[in-house]
């Protein structure tokens, strides 16, 4: 909705979004840690 409102197409951000959770996701896999649904960064 932010990159939207900041005047770019629904597919650009759709793409940004895809992008974004694609890199979570190989992180995860390469670090070899399994998902979390509880866990708080630690610097948050």
Known sequence: ??????????KLALIAVCNKLLKQ???IAK???Y????Y???SA
């Open 31 to 33: 670090s070899g840690t």
């Open 1 to 10: 909705e932010r990159i939207v409102e900041k005047g770019k197409s629904k």
């Open 25 to 27: 996701a190989f992180a």
């Open 40 to 42: 708080l960064s630690k």
């Open 35 to 38: 998902y979390q649904e509880n």
